[in-house]
């Protein structure tokens, strides 16, 4: 199986690297300047050790043919951009296998490239680019998961998860990766609009007089649109997540609050705005998500006079 990675970054180069070093026919289709980082290697450090492992990358706009797989792993604002780079790379029967955040990003896909080659996935990986566009691992859990959007087994899913499997991460075919998508969004929704609109990690915002009960109402807003939406989370997973959410000791912080100091791009829209406009839709008041979304908003109106000074 030749499978193209798009998004050599902290976790589409994650996955990528590990792949290729197990073995598998792995193609980055990169940029000039990333081509060039990675052009010894893709560089992973854990700890105080790196390793690195060489790749075979493909510049866009090159020619190289239909690709089997396609491991899409951009930001969310970067998807019109990639879908017109893979265009080339995608025949009848390839696989796209999104890892991106949120859920708008499957209806966009499907528009562009039919629903048949779209298959439900998601990541989950605490990794970062620094400087050098080295890939720093926390070490935490390196888990791909993916699956047909009806749960259904099929030959070609399960020849993706030969190909996926036994290569140093955790790759899990999942029979209800739909709901499972559903899942990480609330969490990671969650997560993004508490440490955002807090400017703060998880611990100190449940250790504030009031913080746990913001917590519980916001989670209870994001709750509820996606009940509305047909996909009621369980009580297990509410109560797991809450905990998590409301924990006085935790350090954990989103990523999109980690872009934020950084002075990034943020995915507000489609990971935030999203959820309001299906809350809108369905006839669920959102007000927390709204302020955090007037937040992301100030935030990115800020970075944009930053860059045009």
């Known amino acids: 199986m030749r499978l193209l990675v798009v998004g050599a970054g902290s976790v589409g180069g994650y996955f990528g690297a590990r792949l290729a070093a197990a073995g598998r026919d792995v193609t980055?289709?990169?940029?000039?300047?990333?081509?060039?980082?990675?052009?010894?290697?893709?560089?992973?450090?854990?700890?105080?050790?790196?390793?690195?492992?060489?790749?075979?990358?493909?510049?866009?706009?090159?020619?190289?043919?239909?690709?089997?797989?396609?491991?899409?792993?951009?930001?969310?604002?970067?998807?019109?951009?990639?879908?017109?780079?893979?265009?080339?790379?995608?025949?009848a029967d390839t696989l796209i296998l999104p890892v991106l955040n949120g859920m708008k990003h499957m209806d966009t896909l499907r528009a562009r490239f039919g629903a048949e080659r779209v298959i439900g996935g998601f990541a989950q990986i605490v990794t970062s680019l620094d400087e050098r566009g080295?890939?720093?691992?926390?070490?935490?859990?390196?888990?791909?998961?993916?699956?047909?959007?009806?749960?259904?087994?099929?030959?070609?899913?399960?020849?993706?998860?030969?190909?996926?499997?036994?290569?140093?991460?955790?790759?899990?075919?999942?029979?209800?990766?739909?709901?499972e998508m559903w899942e990480k969004w609330a969490f990671l929704s969650s997560m993004a609009a508490i440490t955002c609109l807090m400017a703060g990690d998880i611990g100190q915002v449940a250790r504030?007089?009031?913080?746990?009960?913001?917590?519980?109402?916001?989670?209870?807003?994001?709750?509820?649109?996606?009940?509305?939406?047909?996909?009621?989370?369980?009580?297990?997973?509410?109560?797991?997540?809450?905990?998590?959410?409301?924990?006085?000791?935790?350090?954990?912080?989103?990523?999109?609050f980690r872009d934020m100091k950084a002075g990034r791009p943020v995915e507000a829209e489609?990971?935030?705005?999203?959820?309001?406009?299906?809350g809108g839709a369905l006839g669920v008041r959102t007000p927390l998500l709204k302020s955090v979304m007037v937040r992301l908003q100030v935030y990115q109106e800020q970075q944009s006079r930053s860059a045009g000074r």
């Open 28 to 91: 980055f289709l990169v940029r000039p300047r990333r081509a060039a980082q990675i052009a010894d290697g893709i560089t992973i450090r854990l700890g105080d050790e790196d390793t690195v492992t060489p790749v075979k990358t493909l510049l866009v706009g090159e020619k190289s043919g239909v690709f089997d797989a396609v491991l899409l792993a951009v930001k969310a604002y970067q998807l019109e951009a990639a879908m017109d780079e893979i265009r080339a790379h995608v025949g």
């Open 270 to 278: 489609q990971i935030i705005g999203d959820l309001i406009a299906r």
């Open 134 to 179: 080295t890939i720093v691992d926390q070490g935490v859990f390196h888990t791909l998961v993916y699956g047909e959007w009806n749960g259904a087994s099929s030959s070609r899913i399960r020849g993706l998860d030969r190909h996926l499997s036994g290569a140093g991460f955790d790759a899990r075919l999942s029979m209800q990766v739909q709901h």
């Open 208 to 256: 504030t007089a009031g913080g746990t009960g913001f917590v519980e109402e916001l989670f209870t807003e994001v709750s509820q649109v996606i009940a509305a939406a047909g996909q009621p989370l369980s009580e297990g997973f509410r109560s797991r997540t809450l905990a998590v959410l409301t924990d006085r000791v935790s350090t954990l912080t989103s990523s999109m």
